[in-house]
C-alpha cells in the first residue's frame, strides 16, 4: 500500500476511534461466563451466531457445564441435544468437548495465554483467540476481526482485504498498541448494535463525517 494512503488511514482510524472512546467508553463482552471455561466455550458457540441467542442457551446450560473437567466429561449426544438452537451446533459441540478434553489432558486445566497454544484447540482461530486472551488474561496481543468488525472496516476504508485475519493484520498496522484492548470489545459492539448492516441514514452522523464516503458504503455481512 502507498505510504500516503496507509498515513491517510492511519489518521483517519485514530479519529474515528476518539470518537468511539468518547461515545462509547465501556464496551464490554455480551457473553455471560462465570468460569473461564465457561468464556472459551461460550465464544466459541457465539461463532456465525448471536450473543443473544448463546446467553439464552447457556443462562441453563452453565447451571450444569462449570468446569473444565464437567465440559470434557460430557456426553456428546446429550451435549448436541442441549446446545440445538444454535447455529452449527453439532460441531460445536464436538469442538467444545474436544477442547475441554485438551485443556484437561495438556494444558493441566488451565486455559492457555498464548495464541499458539489457543489455536491449536479444535475450533479456536485467530479471532477467538484474542477474544479469550483478552477477556479471560487481560492480554491484548492482537484485534479480531468478526463480521462486525470486517463490515466496519471496509465501510470506513480501514482495509483492501475481506478475509478476516488479514483484516486484522491492516487494523493492527493502523491502530496503536495501547488502544488494541478498546478496540477488542468497542469496534465488535459498535458494529453490532450501532453501525448495523441495513443501509440508513448516515451523512449526518458524527463517524461519517470524518470519513464521508463511508455514508454510501454498505458491505455486504459474510
Ligand atoms: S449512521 Fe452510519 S456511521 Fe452512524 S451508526 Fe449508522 S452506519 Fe454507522
Request: with cysteine.
Amino acid at each position: 500500500m502507498a505510504e500516503g494512503k496507509f498515513e491517510e488511514r492511519k489518521a483517519r482510524a485514530k479519529k474515528m476511534l476518539a470518537y468511539l472512546k468518547k461515545a462509547y467508553p465501556e464496551p464490554k463482552t455480551e457473553l455471560t461466563y462465570k468460569t473461564p471455561i465457561q468464556l472459551v466455550a461460550s465464544v466459541m458457540l457465539s461463532a456465525q451466531s448471536t450473543d443473544k441467542r448463546v446467553n439464552l442457551v447457556t443462562d441453563t446450560l452453565w447451571k450444569k457445564y462449570k468446569t473444565v473437567d464437567d465440559l470434557a466429561n460430557a456426553d456428546l449426544a446429550e451435549f448436541t441435544k442441549e446446545i440445538s438452537s444454535i447455529t452449527f451446533y453439532r460441531n460445536k459441540a464436538k469442538a467444545i468437548i474436544g477442547t475441554a478434553k485438551m485443556i484437561r489432558n495438556e494444558f493441566g486445566g488451565k486455559i492457555p495465554k498464548t495464541e499458539k497454544e489457543l489455536v491449536l484447540l479444535p475450533g479456536i482461530a485467530y479471532k477467538s483467540a484474542h477474544v479469550i486472551m483478552g477477556e479471560l488474561h487481560g492480554i491484548y496481543e492482537g484485534i479480531p476481526t468478526d463480521t462486525h468488525v470486517r463490515r466496519f472496516a471496509l465501510r470506513f476504508d480501514l482495509t483492501d482485504s475481506k478475509d478476516l485475519t488479514k483484516i486484522s493484520k491492516d487494523l493492527e498496522a493502523l491502530i496503536q498498541k495501547s488502544d488494541w484492548k478498546y478496540v477488542n470489545n468497542g469496534l465488535v459492539l459498535y458494529g453490532r448494535y450501532v453501525c448495523r448492516a441495513l443501509p440508513h441514514p448516515c451523512e449526518d452522523h458524527p463517524l461519517t463525517k470524518i470519513w464521508p464516503p463511508a455514508a454510501h458504503r454498505w458491505p455486504k455481512a459474510k
